[in-house]
Every structure is written in structure tokens, then in C-alpha cells.
């Protein structure tokens, strides 16, 4: 069983491997968008968008509702911002301490 944890956890954190991918869960924070919408505020092709979301649709980040012939994508589980959050927050600390690292070294 914890093995198989291990698995799925590591397949979950696949998501936030890519760039697009991170910045769709940022753009989805605050509400629901369809493909379309998706498409041209990430600036990205909808074939290419499409992969990304079935991608984090199947690993259960994303879930998606049709209306007549629009898909709409949203976040799954609102607790999954606080991971996001989180990692941008030690990465922003990581930042600072490589910048006053080089700061240091210069003065």
C-alpha cells in the first residue's frame, strides 16, 4: 500500500513539472474557464492546452464540466493552491538567499 502511495504521489507531482501547467493552476485559482478562454490567456495552441489538461484531469487536479459544445476546467480541490502557495514561497526564499549570497560575495 505504500508503495503504491509513493507511485501516486509522484505521479500527482508530475503536474508541477511544467511551466504551462503550473501557470494554469494559477490562472484557475480564482474561478472557472473554458478551453477557449484557457487557450488565449496562457497563449498556447488548444491542441498543445488539450494534452495539459487531460494530463491533470487524470491525475485529479482538474475537473471539467461541459455546456453545450464549451468545456469548462477548475481546480478539483481548493487545498491543492496551498501546495502551489507553498512551494512559491520556499522558492521565493530560496531567491533571496541566492541574492544576498551573491550580494555578499560582491561587497
Known amino acids: 500500500m505504500e508503495?503504491?502511495?509513493?507511485?501516486?504521489?509522484?505521479?500527482?507531482?508530475?503536474?508541477?513539472?511544467?511551466p504551462k501547467r503550473l501557470e494554469l493552476i494559477n490562472v484557475l485559482r480564482e474561478k472557472e474557464m473554458s478551453v477557449g478562454e484557457l487557450s488565449q490567456v496562457l497563449g498556447i495552441a488548444i491542441g498543445n492546452l488539450s494534452q495539459h489538461l487531460?494530463?491533470?484531469?487524470?491525475?485529479?487536479?482538474l475537473v471539467s464540466r461541459k455546456e453545450?459544445?464549451?468545456?469548462?476546467?477548475?481546480?478539483?480541490?481548493?487545498?491543492l493552491l496551498e501546495a502551489f502557495d507553498l512551494l512559491r514561497e520556499i522558492m521565493f526564499e530560496q531567491i533571496r538567499q541566492d541574492a544576498a549570497l551573491i550580494q555578499d560575495r560582491i561587497n
Open 3 to 18: 508503495d503504491q502511495l509513493y507511485i501516486y504521489h509522484a505521479e500527482m507531482c508530475k503536474v508541477f513539472s511544467h
Open 54 to 61: 487531460a494530463m491533470m484531469r487524470e491525475r485529479h487536479i
Open 68 to 79: 453545450g459544445n464549451v468545456v469548462y476546467y477548475r481546480i478539483a480541490n481548493p487545498r
